[in-house]
């Protein structure tokens, strides 16, 4: 990741998490002047787990953060799709060390709050400064500036919104249009177990010993779970159908609906959620495809969230919103002065648009994929699905020749032959160059006709 070529530019990001920090960490290294402003008065990234597949690493890396988040992750064998009634396997996609070694980087799971503390962290490192308990109000995208609650501007030469799927910076690229999000039928409970108490019973030890991510896949249900810090909790992800309340992205769950929503489950997984003490429940939905990204300025754009949420289906949305920002940093590059930055906005979402809205589809069709009642086209999945496991020892060609010789597009999506190095081999800065080499090149040339 090169430092600023040329213009250096004075950044406002709007939103800490994953995405924000993200960004600001990009820009910072590159030489740019950058401020996030964020609502909260202190981080508290909610949640439990979140995946970081080698898309992500890769631009980690390049920040210098693999040390960091060494000291955070677990390493996953493989991603398990499982039956839900009696854990029967139905389809497995290798990580550790098979697609590590095939993409240069590896598939980590870690708690979400130490990830955003890493980030932050490396944020201020970099002389990023962060300013919580801000509220923007509104951004003027002429200016540009954000109104800040108390009466606060704060001007800038670019502005990113990457606060979220209820973006408010959102309303000074779409002016226009009322934005909503799409509420999926289902919600999410989410909960973390102690490794003390897993380790008391000899069934869930074996749980948090298994060095796999498991999911088990049910008529409108499902449950993933694995390992984070370290070992230390165990984390459970359970979709259901249901309704989380729109004013607030997660509420404290109900432990007796949990349980009630998986009692069809296989006994362990019963037990399992016997020990769950606390949940909080989580509104899932996801964004229709938007008109731009970019202001009529060119000096606002979105990023994340605030441009293409997705269901976690595909444990994806935070690694695009990481490319986002690996992906803006390389467009910033090509800035010789404040004319260009439009064009470098309007490149950035060339890049990015197609990409994360393909992945915001195929995080819905997983979801359909997964969520089938039992019957014929359960069994037929589950029969496809079987006979295109990929262990360990199976190389990239032989995997395309399985898939070949069933004759059908592999339904788990993570072990597909075509989407599967699509969206874990991309290489944000390399992707991106590719195209800027040809876009600003052929910007120089006009310009010296």
């Not at 004013?247 to 998986?262: H, P």
């Amino acid at each position: 990741m090169p430092s600023a070529r040329n213009y250096r530019v004075n950044v406002v990001v709007c939103g800490a998490g994953l995405g924000g920090l993200g960004v600001a960490i990009c820009l910072a290294k590159k030489g740019h002047t950058v401020t996030v402003l964020e609502s909260s008065r202190a981080l508290n990234e909610v949640g439990a787990g979140i995946q970081i597949p080698p898309n992500s690493s890769r631009v980690l890396d390049a920040y210098g953060l693999t040390d960091k988040l060494l000291e955070a992750v677990t390493w996953p064998e493989s991603i398990q799709l499982k039956r839900y009634a009696n854990s029967e396997v139905i389809a497995r996609t290798p990580l550790h060390p098979r697609n590590t070694q095939v993409y240069g980087h590896p598939y980590w799971l870690i708690h979400r709050a130490d990830f955003q503390r890493i980030l932050f962290d490396a944020a201020v490192e970099a002389g990023v400064e962060v300013r919580l308990g801000c509220h923007v109000e509104l951004v003027d995208e002429q200016s540009p500036s954000v109104h800040l609650k108390g009466g606060e501007v704060v001007k800038a030469d670019l502005i990113i919104g990457a606060d979220g799927i209820k973006s408010k910076v959102r309303r000074a690229v779409i002016p226009d249009e009322e934005i909503e999000a799409v509420s999926s039928a289902n919600c999410a409970y989410r909960a973390t177990i102690p490794a003390d108490v897993m380790l008391a019973d000899p069934e869930l030890a074996a749980l948090l010993r298994d060095k796999n991510a498991n999911c088990w896949i049910g008529y409108r249900r499902h449950l993933m779970v694995y390992p984070i810090r370290k070992g230390q909790l165990f984390n459970l992800v359970m979709s259901h159908p249901g309704q989380a309340p729109i004013a607030s992205w997660s509420e404290v769950g109900d432990i007796e609906d949990l349980r009630l929503q998986y009692r069809h489950f296989d006994p362990v997984l019963r037990k399992l959620l016997s020990h769950v003490e606390s949940c909080l429940k989580w509104k899932l939905a996801e964004l229709e495809p938007l008109p731009t990204w970019v202001s009529a300025s060119g000096r606002v754009v979105l990023l994340g969230d605030a441009a293409h949420a997705t269901l976690p289906y595909l444990a994806a949305g935070a690694a695009m919103a990481v490319e986002d920002g690996a992906v803006l940093g390389e467009c910033l590059d090509r800035c010789r002065d404040m004319e260009d930055l439009p064009r470098a906005a309007k490149a950035y979402e060339k890049l990015r648009k197609r990409r994360c809205e393909l992945v915001t589809k195929g995080s819905h069709a997983n979801g359909d994929i997964w969520h089938l009642p039992d019957g014929e086209d359960q069994e037929e999945r589950d029969s496809i699905m079987g006979a295109q496991v990929v262990d360990d020892k199976t190389d990239a060609a032989a995997a395309a020749a399985t898939a070949a010789h069933a004759q059908k597009k592999n339904l788990n999506q993570w072990s597909d032959p075509a989407f599967q190095p699509w969206l874990w081999g991309y290489d944000a800065f390399a992707e991106a160059n590719v195209y800027l080499d040809l876009e600003f090149q052929a910007v120089t040339v006009e310009n010296f006709i």
